[in-house]
Each structure stands twice: as C-alpha cells, then as structure tokens.
C-alpha cells in the first residue's frame, strides 16, 4: 500500500538546524511532484515549499526562502528538507504530500514530524 513516512522531527534551539526525510512506497514516485507543508497549533495548515517529479524545480514560500532547501532522491524514493537558521515560528507539524501529474489529481499524504524551535 501506499506510504509516506517522515523523520527527522525534534527540538531544536533558534538559529538551528534539522533535516526532514520522507521514505515513499507503494507507488511510482518519480511521476510524483512532492511538497512539505506545516501546521502549527491553531494555524492552518500552510505550504512550505514543492519540488518536481525530476527535482529540477523547487518553490518555497517567501518566509523560507534562503532557510530552507528542498531535495529529491528518485533512486531512493525519499524527499528531504533541510531547515537552517530555524526560528520559533517555524515551530509546527511537517508533513509530505505526493501529488500526481495528471487528471483526475492523486494526492497522498504522509502522517508528520513534529518540529519545535525553542530555547
């Protein structure tokens, strides 16, 4: 069956760094576009950043721009984000989500990490 497990999550003091890993199985993963999104307490859930089924394009969202970095192994089936310079308000819950190109869309989503920021 289809799973995505994420690892990595900890606590981590601000200026700090930690690097997520998300394993991917039970479907084609190189067709799949990846994103790592975050929910923090009483927050909607938001977009972090995205990369394309063959790695060659990542988006972030403005407030992590330059912080954090998205990559791909299609080899490996896994999907990491390395996150440096970590504030508090990057506290949340990380999760990856698969989406498939084409029609109707396929998403499946993996359960989380819990990252926390704090001194």
């Known amino acids: 069956q289809v799973q995505l497990v994420e690892s990595g999550g900890g606590l981590v003091q601000p200026g700090g760094s930690l690097r997520l890993s998300c394993a991917a199985s039970?479907?084609?993963?190189?067709?799949?576009?990846m994103s790592w999104y975050r929910q923090a307490p009483k927050k909607q859930r938001e977009l972090v950043a995205s990369?394309?089924?063959?790695?060659?394009?990542?988006n972030y969202r403005d407030s992590v721009k330059g912080r954090f970095t998205m990559s791909r192994d299609n080899a490996k089936n896994t999907v990491s984000l390395q996150m440096n310079s970590l504030k508090s308000e990057d506290t949340a819950i990380y999760s990856c989500?698969?989406?498939?190109?084409?029609?109707?869309?396929?998403?499946?989503w993996g359960q989380g990490t819990q990252v926390t920021v704090s001194s």
């Open positions: 989500k698969a989406w498939s190109l084409g029609s109707p869309r396929v998403e499946y």
């Open positions: 039970g479907f084609t993963f190189r067709t799949y576009g």
């Open positions: 990369i394309s089924s063959t790695g060659d394009t990542t």
